[in-house]
């Protein structure tokens, strides 16, 4: 009698603790749907377009120019950003790419102007020079630019652009 007391007992309490495992898996399994619904919201990437390039003092076989960078937010939440990271391809070739860790927000539909300092190998510079010399058009040089904003809510949000870079506004002082 007195074993199967126990039997009935202990079979209570583990149903009781298979119960309760049951909930905490399944509390847990809705949280985590929650969270996945609201980490998979989307959003649309940043316009980013060039409004200036600024000559900066080089260092050895480089040189060094302060990109600037207008950001444009077609989202309803605001972008908190702590990092960018740019490439720029001039003529079909990787010509730059450069780093900040400058950080902001860009308004919900609105825009910041951000400047990122960027380099240039020598080399680079020798073979855009050849390419120009190969009979290209002087006048406007295209680029395209790809990069990721590191957001602090949104993670790493990935952009490309090209565009013109007019070469006699940029002689003239212009950008």
């Known amino acids: 009698m007195l074993v199967r007391a126990l039997t009935d007992r202990v079979g209570k309490e583990v ?3 298979v119960a309760m495992v049951r909930s905490w898996a399944l509390l847990t399994v809705a949280a985590l749907a929650l969270a996945g619904c609201a980490w998979l919201q989307r959003t649309d990437p940043p316009q980013v377009t060039v409004v200036g390039v600024e000559p900066s003092a080089g260092e050895g076989l480089e040189a060094r120019m302060q990109l600037k960078l207008r950001i444009q937010n077609p989202n309803d939440a605001p972008i908190d950003y702590n990092g960018i990271y740019v490439a720029l391809d001039v003529l079909d ?5 450069g780093v900040s860790n400058e950080s902001g927000t860009v308004p919900a539909f609105g825009e910041a102007v951000v400047t990122v300092p960027m380099t240039i190998s020598l080399l680079s510079i020798a073979r855009q020079t050849m390419s ?44």
């Open 15 to 17: 149903d009781t603790a």
């Open 93 to 97: 070739k990787t010509f730059a790419s």
């Open 132 to 175: 120009l010399l190969g009979g290209k058009s002087m006048d406007k040089i295209s680029y395209a630019m790809h990069g990721k904003l590191s957001s602090t809510t949104a993670g790493a949000l990935r952009f490309e652009s090209q565009g013109e870079l007019n070469l006699a506004d940029m002689t003239a002082g212009g950008g």
